[in-house]
């Protein structure tokens, strides 16, 4: 429609006909002289519609090069925010069980780690770990939203874990053109552990005493993406399985991150758990505290959103709950105003 504002229209008495020429910014666009006729009237005359060329149609390669290009712009102000700050990213849930959701996540942390941010990697294993009990034929426990450890768990969890689901993480980065660095708590004492109060209950769980960041921050001010393992061992050398979105706080806390961000299998944090609609956009830490006395954040929740409440009292700027259910969204949550998930300030 805006270009025939464009072409003018004149007609010929002698010979009953319209023609039609371009004389516009579109006749740039004009490539091929073309007449088009149709009847005019019930005699034998006819419209003739002329023109010096052509338009061309742009093509679906042409959108999709400008979409692109639209896009990069679009991000510049979020990249030039965070370049050169430390992000956290727990990493668990679906998008470690889903290979195209796995795939997302690597290559997010690849692009981000690409435009000059400073991506951690901290992550679970709970559906992984399930499975190897399944086949060993032990029934997996929770309590409160933590796993129940014994010796025999202990030791798969650290097998799991550190053996195979850190390594195939950092070869997945590796090969998506980053370099990542797998680490366990127990690495250059990354982390010392302690058991929980409750431990008689829980087994060996345990919780982070101290962060030591030394082993980190060359790997971090190198370009490098640490992959830690939420694995640690006490004084005595014991190990602990710790809960990820834990040791992602202080982890962030330890780094001084700007930004916190705990993949899960939830929208975020819902006023009402009962209502997707009721997801929460951004609370600060009073309100994350009320919602937890009203009984409104339960079980797996109630970790994640302590952890965040942690970090920040520790320096981290903000701490954010997102769906890792959903392809992309740590770029989703970074690179735009709105985010996907639910972001929590100090």
């Known amino acids: 429609m805006k270009m025939a504002k464009a072409l003018n229209l004149s007609a010929s008495p002698s010979t009953s006909t319209l023609s039609l020429s371009s004389s516009s910014k579109y006749s740039n666009l004009l490539k091929t002289p073309t007449t088009l006729s149709f009847p005019f009237s019930h ?52 998008a470690m069980k889903q290979p195209e959701l796995k795939a997302s996540v690597v290559s997010d942390l690849v692009l981000l780690s690409c435009v000059g941010l400073r991506p951690v990697l901290v992550h679970g294993g709970g559906p992984e770990i399930n499975h190897w009990l399944k ?72 919780e982070v005493a101290r962060v030591d960041p030394t082993i980190l921050q060359p ?23 710790i809960n990820a979105d834990t040791v992602a706080g202080e982890v962030a806390a330890a780094l001084g991150a700007e930004k916190l961000i705990l993949l899960t299998d939830v929208a975020g944090i819902l006023e009402n758990k009962d209502d997707p609609g009721s997801l929460l956009k951004e ?58 998930g639910t972001m929590i300030t100090g």
């Open 283 to 340: 609370i600060d830490i009073k309100g994350v505290k009320k919602l937890i006395d009203e009984k409104k954040v339960a079980g797996g929740m109630i970790p994640k959103v302590n952890c965040c409440v942690a970090s920040l009292s520790q320096g981290v700027r903000t701490a954010s709950i997102i769906d890792g259910r959903v392809q992309h969204s740590l770029l989703h949550e970074i690179m735009s105003e709105e985010g996907i």
């Open 135 to 206: 086949l060993l034929n032990i029934e997996p426990l929770f309590h409160e939203g933590l796993r129940v450890t014994d010796a025999k768990t202990m030791e798969i969890v650290s097998m799991v874990l550190v053996g195979k689901v850190n390594k195939d993480l950092v070869s997945l980065i590796n090969k998506a053109g980053a370099t990542a660095v797998g680490l366990s708590g127990m690495d250059g004492r990354l982390l010392m552990a302690k058991p929980t109060p409750n431990s008689a209950q829980l087994g060996f769980v345990g």
């Open 219 to 241: 790997l971090v001010n190198n370009g490098h993406i640490p992959v830690i393992a939420s694995v640690a061992a006490d004084e005595l050398g014991q190990s602990y399985n």
């Open 43 to 94: 005699h034998s005359h006819s419209l003739t519609i002329k023109s010096s060329a052509a338009a061309t149609i742009p093509t679906p390669t042409t959108s999709a090069n400008q979409f692109r290009v639209d896009v990069l712009s679009e991000s510049l102000p979020y990249i030039q925010k965070f370049r050169g700050k430390t992000i956290v990213v727990k990493y668990g849930g679906a």
